[in-house]
């Protein structure tokens, strides 16, 4: 709604002596359609004006009386708001214009144009299966990478893969005693999970193992080539069978970069900062404190001399500001890292760094269980493969009881059975804790991305049963949608791009993905009360028009979800 915002803008702007966007800013949608579409809170110049905002909404009033701009067709008061109402047949036909002349392009902008954008984001442990635990940030990350770059932007996306640490040292102490190449040639990840739960098993019995552990991670540490060897072997085996997750839900990387990439940049990172003068010895780890700004101290290396996942993350900062010269840098992580991130910023700002400040922790909630806390450690996981695959086996049954004849049913599950888990996250504030529950995952019915996908496909059966693809446009068909319901439907439709900048500046996929609820609400509204395949030839091309214009929305917001819109279900 931004361009009919600033056209109110600036009639208004010379009347209270704002500036067009601090007008923009101000305007508010009232909550009923009968008090106009868009309205102007007086408020704000009481004081100034010394009248109450009432009367000054009133004076505005007379001030427009018979005034009226290209897409308002006039403006009158309602107790301390000025209430524009817009005129609907210019209106509607500059929206449905828009969105067809758009058309995979309609919602995108350049605000972000220029800028650079490493957002990391998914980061699974190597040697552990794929959970659901690591869906939010895989999923929300995804989203965040569509939906910026769709503003301009271009987006970095980073795998930090949890691919170091004394773990590795537990994995080959567990291959070397209890390992079967032929089993792990079998299902190599899920062998390695067994591994790594037995080892910690066994070690409750023989704590012995965890030295052994901590040795063997040390010659890894020094590069020896027989547990390099194992690593690599690990590694390799994980990220393949991870690909099959990424290339399951569409997403691609453009870098697996795990903690292992910056092992040879620890020494200089520690250097920096110790050549800055900010960091101090306590009790023989290297510190830097962070006292005073509220913060409990950054450990940067323990007295053994080992490195933190903290120096880890200086060391990556450092790294993708010199490799990709980011403007911003994403960090999708869970809330409970909100204070590591809070270090790691102080210590890049105290570094001198001005870019510190543009390093962005994207927290999000909890993923909770009815069964208690997940535990790798003890094997009590869900896995995320099964998730995704019972969906699509679910979406399947439902399409072979509904739909029997479908051609593409296949293809069908996977958009509807894929669609409704990443949708059961995306629509949640990532900042809320979800409690993880088979039924809902697996519920397509109501507010899910089933009904979206379902709206999308209904339209383009009607647009078959038209025998049409994509309707002709004519001057003059808004002057054709007068129907209550379909001035909401045009109205939702204008706020598309508007959603979308601020999903992307708020970092929140949730405010697209219940915005297209609404659109497949009003859609669903308008279809029961406006018959589309009407005799009324005008009416009839101008409501092929407008639904073809849902249709666009729907699917170019579900693609910014990732989520894949089929034309028949």
């Not at 403007?327 to 809330?335: D, N, S, W």
């Amino acid at each position: 709604m931004d361009h009919y915002k600033k056209e109110i803008g600036r009639a208004l702007a010379p009347l209270v002596e704002l500036a067009v966007p601090r007008v923009v800013e101000l305007l508010e949608e009232p909550p009923e359609p009968a008090m106009g579409d868009l309205a102007f809170p007086c408020f704000t110049l009481a004081a100034r004006q010394k009248q109450s905002p009432a009367a000054i909404a009133a004076a505005l009033g007379r001030s427009l009386s018979g005034e009226r701009g290209v897409f308002w067709e006039k403006a009158a008061p309602r107790g301390p708001y000025l209430n524009f109402y817009l005129d609907y047949p210019v209106f509607s036909d500059d929206i449905l214009k828009r969105v067809l002349a758009g058309g995979p392009d309609y919602g995108k902008s350049d605000r972000g144009r220029g800028e650079v954008i490493v957002i990391d984001y998914s980061s699974p442990n190597i040697c552990k299966p794929f959970g659901i635990g690591h869906i939010r940030s895989t999923v929300i990350g995804h989203a965040l990478s569509l939906i910026l770059e769709s503003q301009g932007c271009r987006c970095i996306g980073i795998n930090h893969l949890g691919d170091w640490g004394t773990q590795f040292g537990k994995m080959i102490v567990a291959y070397k005693r209890w390992g079967d190449d032929q089993k792990l040639k079998q299902d190599p990840v899920n062998y390695l999970y067994y591994l790594y739960v037995r080892f910690h098993q066994e070690a409750e019995a023989d704590p012995a193992l965890e030295e052994e552990a901590r040795l063997w991670f040390k010659r890894l540490e020094k590069g020896e080539a027989e547990a390099v060897t194992y690593w690599e072997l690990f590694r390799r085996l994980s990220l393949e069978n991870y690909e099959q997750v990424y290339d399951l839900l569409g997403i691609r990387f453009s870098y697996h970069h795990g903690e292992s990439h910056y092992n040879d940049m620890l020494d200089d990172t520690i250097r920096f900062v110790q050549e800055k003068g900010i960091a101090q010895e306590s009790e023989g780890a290297l510190i830097v404190d962070l006292e005073k700004y509220g913060l409990p101290p950054a450990m940067l290396r323990k007295k053994d001399g080992a490195t933190l996942y903290l120096t880890r993350d200086l060391a990556a900062a450092l790294y993708r500001k010199r490799t990709f010269n980011f403007t911003r840098a994403l960090y999708v992580v869970g809330a409970e890292q909100t204070l590591h991130f809070q270090q790691m910023v102080k210590v890049l700002e105290l570094l001198g760094l001005s870019w510190a400040k543009e390093c962005i922790h994207v927290p999000f909630g909890l993923i909770r269980f009815k069964e208690g806390r997940m535990s790798t450690r003890k094997g009590k996981m869900i896995l995320l493969a099964d998730v995704l695959q019972r969906a699509i086996n679910l979406a399947r049954e439902i399409i072979e009881e509904k739909n029997p004849t479908l051609a593409n049913k296949e293809s069908a599950a996977r958009a509807v059975g894929l669609g409704a888990v990443r949708f059961g996250d995306l629509s949640n504030d990532r900042i809320k804790d979800i409690e993880f529950d088979w039924e809902k995952v697996l519920d397509f019915s109501g507010e899910t991305a089933a009904y979206i996908q379902y709206a999308h496909a209904r339209i383009c059966s009607i647009l078959r049963r038209a025998g049409l693809d994509e309707p002709d446009w004519f001057e003059g068909a808004g002057g054709h949608l007068g129907q209550v319901e379909e001035r909401a439907l045009v109205k939702t439709l204008a706020a598309f791009p508007e959603k979308i900048s601020d999903a992307a500046g708020s970092y929140r996929p949730s405010i697209l993905a219940r915005y297209l609820i609404d659109v497949a609400r009003d859609f669903n509204r308008f279809y029961h009360e406006c018959p589309v395949l009407v005799g009324q030839q005008e009416l009839r091309r101008a409501r092929l028009l407008l639904i073809a214009a849902v249709r666009r929305v729907l699917k170019n917001g579900l693609g910014l979800l990732g989520i894949a819109a089929p034309g028949e279900m």
